[in-house]
Structure formats: structure tokens, C-alpha cells
């Protein structure tokens, strides 16, 4: 599970090193208090479904396994700010290496990361909320059991 916290680190500083760029007052990383409309537009950083996609072969407990994480990232906004603009510049940061200023899949030793979709614009059912979603595979080897 070392290799997972060291991807979504990773993944962490790459939004918070850019936050003032893609244009939010704050960016949270979950388990997280509720927001108030002062926090907005604002992101949250959501870990997902965590699945073996491929378990040793060599030793009985399966271990070391390949897994998949989906890493969810939120943005919500008001309704008046352009959020498809904001989306862009937060994926943008994502894939956006900080050392290289280049796209690197490759997080660190044994962690990759994907797109896997995007989902929104939507609303939560309140008036002028929206959110777009960008949900990210990391893929990483766990050695531990």
C-alpha cells in the first residue's frame, strides 16, 4: 500500500501546486468536512474502487498484486463560472509531470496513471451547483498483504 499513497501524493501536489491556475479557492483530499459557498469553486480528491487486476502467480497469497484505484476528482462550482474551462486546466495539471513540466504517466517506481472518463457537467439537485468529475486508473504494484 506504499506505492498507492505514493501515487495519490503525487497526484495531491499536482492539483495543489496549480490550484490558483485552474482557478479554485480550495482543494481537499477526502475524508473532508462539508464546504460552505466560501470554499467554492472548489475540488475534491475522492479515492475510489481499489481492484487486484493481477495477483502473483508465484506465491499462494497472491502477493505482490497489480491493482487499479480509481481516483476521483471533483470540481464544483457555481453555475456562473465557466467550469468546462476550469475542468480543462485541472486535468491539464493532472497529467502534468512537476519536475518535467511534461505528460509522464508514470508516477513513480511501479505507479502509472490513465484516464478512465469524465462525467458532468451535473448538478447535486441544488440550485446553480455544478460539478464535473475526472476519474483517474492509478495502477500500482502492493507488496504488502
Known sequence: ???????LNELYERVRDKRTTIGVTSFKRTP????????MPCIFMLEGIDNIINPS?????????RRL???IFELVTDEKTDIKTMYLEMRKALFTDITSGQFNPRIADNVFMGENRTEGP?????PDILSMRLILDLVYTDDSL
Do not use: C, F, H, Q
Request: proline fraction near 6%; charge should be negative; glycine fraction near 12%.
Open 122 to 126: 451535473l448538478g447535486y439537485g441544488l
Open 57 to 65: 502467480k508465484r506465491n499462494a497469497t497472491g502477493y505482490p498484486a
Open 69 to 71: 484505484l480509481e481516483v
Open 32 to 39: 473532508t468536512n462539508p464546504i460552505t459557498e466560501s470554499d
Open 1 to 7: 500500500m506504499i506505492n498507492r499513497e505514493v501515487g
